[in-house]
């Protein structure tokens, strides 16, 4: 089975660095990605780690530690958009199948003030 | 280039009745996911589908059953629905290979009454 565990809700200023942390346990596992989703709107991806280490994309950084079956995602420079629900997935592979599945967490709402 | 398109994106439905969702993947993606996100939850998966057959499945009753057409669009229906039924249904695209791209629609607000 997969069980993946992140906070719930987190708050943070403006300007200001948020790190969001993620814990998992699953077999088969194939790459970790994390989406941001805004109430009412589709999931939209951020970032992808499939090797240990950080993954940085302008504002927003991902790493992965396998072993540690760990990730988290780190935003800075805070902006009021940022305001979201940030979703971490796992996603696993079906042995003789080039198919994957992403595994959810129940996301973590993050809420930045001015 | 269209994204991931869904219809419809608000339904009312009465314990008991049916509902088919559809869903339009990006224009060049052959596999089809479909995911149920309960308020305040994660997405789960329900079922996926490639080449017009469902190649893996979440755990989710037989009431729920999709199909893929030649043109790679997909519909989810739901049969005997239930009050828990309700929840936002997403539908999410991709590439077949474990590529990162995996693409999500705005999703079906389905409300069971």
């Known amino acids: 089975g997969q069980n993946i565990d992140q906070p719930t809700e987190m708050t943070a200023t403006e300007g200001a660095i948020v790190q969001i942390n993620c814990t998992y346990q699953t077999s088969g596992f194939n790459g970790l990605f994390w989406y941001q989703q805004h109430a009412g709107e589709a999931p939209t991806f951020l970032s992808y780690?499939?090797?240990?280490g950080l993954e940085e994309k302008g504002r927003f950084s991902s790493f992965l530690s396998r072993s540690k079956g760990y990730s988290y995602l780190l935003l800075k420079e805070l902006q009021m958009k940022d305001s979201a629900s940030y979703l971490c997935a796992v996603r696993d592979r079906v042995r003789g199948s080039t198919l994957g599945r992403l595994y959810f967490g129940r996301g973590t709402q993050l809420t930045v003030w001015p | 280039d269209a994204g991931v398109t869904q219809s419809p994106t608000h339904l009312i439905k009465t314990r008991g009745q049916q509902v088919t969702l559809r869903c339009s993947p990006k224009s060049g993606h052959d596999t089809v996911s479909w995911y149920q996100q309960a308020l305040g939850q994660g997405p789960q998966f329900i079922f996926q589908?490639?080449?017009?057959?469902?190649?893996q499945r979440g755990n989710f009753p037989d009431r729920f059953s999709g199909h893929q057409f030649p043109n790679y669009s997909s519909e989810l229906n739901v049969n005997a629905l239930l009050l828990g039924d309700s929840a936002l249904y997403l539908c999410?695209?991709?590439?077949?290979?474990?590529?990162?791209?995996?693409?999500f629609g705005s999703g079906t607000r389905l409300t069971v009454v």
């Open positions: 780690n499939v090797l240990d």
């Open positions: 999410a695209s991709s590439l077949s290979g474990l590529s990162r791209g995996y693409t």
């Open positions: 589908y490639y080449e017009e057959e469902e190649r």
